[in-house]
């Protein structure tokens, strides 16, 4: 198993452009988060998905912030327009279940660290 | 509101045996995780405890009491690959996943 796959890694991009972040979840797995983490802040839930539907987006920060799920193998979350204090590592995550379940940890991907200058 | 208190950061020598603490306050409690985080890389689960007591898993071992909303992961026979940041996580009682600030843990040799 490739484990959960994000893209790009890197991502560098001026103040008010549009950025978008890709996830490719591990087969199987109906559960899909999106966390962000600054050291300011540390891990902060965004939106989740269970079955390609978005459940809990209160975590989004504002309007400019969206994210979709248009099957179970792939996410995107896009930022329109971009600003500096969006710069932070973002995980996308998978897993089986719900969280409560010792068989459900999260299995998360390897990060895009997004820079708006 | 929900809070996780974790130390910031700490330190231990290699080969000695060393307890990051994690206390709670969540609005109800459906289990506790512990991850692993090596700097510029993603948090892998280490331990998951939902009972009271001892769970252990090679070097590492995780304890839960649910009366003092309390944990502490161990990790015995220390090696440098060991300094990394370990996160403590519980689950409320709406299932939502609420994350600590992470210890930072530096192996000296």
């Known amino acids: 198993d490739a484990g959960v796959i994000q893209s790009p890694r890197h991502e560098v991009t001026e103040m008010g452009q549009e950025v978008t972040l890709r996830c490719k979840p591990i087969?199987?797995?109906?559960?899909l988060f999106w966390y962000r983490q600054t050291m300011m802040r540390g891990l902060e839930l965004l939106i989740y998905f269970n079955n390609n539907v978005p459940i809990d987006d209160s975590g989004m920060p504002e309007d400019r912030f969206s994210a979709k799920m248009p099957n179970a193998s792939f996410s995107t979350l896009k930022i329109q327009p971009s600003e500096p204090r969006d710069s932070a590592v973002y995980f996308c995550a998978s897993s089986q279940g719900r969280e409560s379940s010792y068989n459900s940890p999260l299995h998360f991907g390897n990060g895009t660290r997004l820079t708006v200058t | 509101g929900q809070n996780i208190d974790q130390p910031t950061e700490m330190t231990a020598t290699e080969g000695a045996i060393v307890q990051i603490n994690c206390t709670y306050q969540t609005s109800g409690f459906n289990g506790l995780f512990w991850y692993q985080q090596h700097a510029g890389e993603a948090p892998t689960f280490l331990s998951y405890n939902v009972l009271d007591g001892l769970e252990e898993k090679g070097r590492f071992s995780s304890f839960l009491s649910r009366s003092k909303g309390y944990s502490y992961l161990l990790l015995k026979e220390l090696q440098m690959k060991d300094s990394a940041s370990y996160l403590c996580a519980v689950v409320d009682s709406n299932y939502q996943l609420i994350w600590g600030a992470g210890t930072k843990l530096i192996i000296k040799p």
């Open positions: 087969s199987g797995h109906d559960y």
